[in-house]
């Protein structure tokens, strides 16, 4: 008989899933656990089964653009793939965005919402997208406390009936880059006699283009230049009679990744749209978006890693090569052990933020929770991200030649992950927000506070790693800023990670000490041991800009 290479299966998601298991067992109160399990199985399950099935069969699906009708009427009808309108449904029903909002269960309502999130998105195709963005759009409404949006929007936001249930747009972006908003050059015209505005230009990236509303930025007339001048607008992609409201889709982006994630390129000529908080300081106002939106991207990347092993690992064991299988290989478990040591420091980081968002959210967070917070949300999507895209490229080179092959559904593991570390934000875009943080203080306290606080309560020697690294960086800092901005910039990126990774460090001899007192052995303390031989500290003391600026644009030095 022939050979054939049994492929990687799945079971239920939440109940092979240690990691996630515990940290529940640890986070949520008993009640709450045990009224949620249920949910959370059945999520389980559909994500490890039906769903992850139908992201293989459509791994090549994509959706189409139809522009034009038969009798030449401009119609821009977007075609999604049928896994994405499945997932319209199962996330209304189970509330993927509207669990944080209902607080039914307090302040862990929101490590709650993350958890259904981080078990499904694997095999959602990016679904998660239109969520976030969603739950990116209600946070901000609150906070800008207009009542009439929020009577009109956010019922629809958070809506469990998937017939009334709406998704929001984003459209940042613009030909003039996404980074840096401030020069974006979409206009807004006020509307005689009434509150409302037509907007023009052009959105170069407008993801989940489908979505029932969108938050956008424009300039109203007569504004100035820079981000002051720009103001925070809402608008519904179509009118009371189904139009387009002033809208062109141009072209769907042919991505590298997200290929399922209907992302496109809009024309707004007059969108009827209505501001959001005021004509100016457009930028500010999203600051409560990117705080939702930058978390969800942690969650999604720690995500992602979990997905790519609980692949590589069932693949271990039925693949043998050299007459054994590579379960049993010694070189194979080091390679396996410290990915997951990687992934298990991204996954408590990303829920930490959950934790701190909720708290902040139920009224229970104190202002070092705050602190704690502003500090590690840049922190957390930069390093996760970074962290996914080294992972999800190392276990594609366990699978050998199937790694490679699309209809494995592998690759895309690999290609969606780079997204992350684009999307709201790119590493060095972070690292300089990070310094922000930084400079409102003057401290890197509150980290150092919060890694003493887990380590000393864990007295794990392990942990002293993540002590160290912050006393490092914070002599570093002081060095830094006595040199001037162009040293602390250049530095930042090395600063971020560093800081994420004792903060890591430090949640990892945590949980693994709380597990080893409750009888659940010590696999989370060993993950800490491999993690912390990886590095903490990865700070340069000495860096020479002429040299930097010689190597990086390949010039004499």
Known sequence: MPFFQEGPTLGNQLTEDGVLSSYLDRTLPPDVRAATLGELTELGELSGGKLHRQSLEQHRAEPVLRQWDAWGHRVDAIELVPLWKEMATITAEHGLVATAYEKKHGEVSRVLMFA????????????????????????????????????????????????????????????????????????????????????????WFSSATTSEMALTLARPEGNGPGGHGLALFYLEMRDSHGALNGIQVNRLKDKLGTRMLPTAELTLDGALATPVAGLTDGIKNITPMLTITRTWNSVCAVAGMRRALALARDYGKKRVAFGAPLSEKPLHLDTMAGLEAEYEGGFHLAFRIAELLGKEEAGTGSEEDARLLRYLTPIAKLLTAKQTVALASEVLETFGGAGYVEDTGVPRILRDAQVLTIWEGTTNVLSLDVLRV?????????????????????????????????????????TARAKGLPALEEGARRLAMTLGRAVELALLVDQGAWEKAHGKGGRTLAAARRFARHGVDLIVDETDAAESNALANDIPL
């Open 116 to 203: 259904k999130n981080y078990i499904v998105d694997p095999s959602s195709g990016t679904y998660s997208c239109p969520l976030a963005m969603t739950d990116g759009a209600a946070k901000t409404l609150l906070a800008m406390d207009h009542k009439g949006l929020i009577d009109r929007a956010l019922p629809r936001l958070l809506s469990r009936d998937p017939k009334t249930a709406w998704t929001s747009g984003q459209w940042m972006t613009e030909r003039t880059g996404g980074s840096d908003v401030a020069i974006s050059e979409a206009s807004a015209k006020p509307v005689a006699g009434t509150d409302q505005y037509r907007l023009y230009g052009t959105k």
């Open 438 to 478: 930084l400079g409102r203080t003057g401290t890197i306290d509150p980290l150092v506070r919060e890694v003493r606080t887990r380590v000393e309560r864990a007295n794990d020697p392990v942990g002293h790693a993540a002590i160290r690294a912050l006393e490092h960086a914070a002599g570093w800092l002081e």
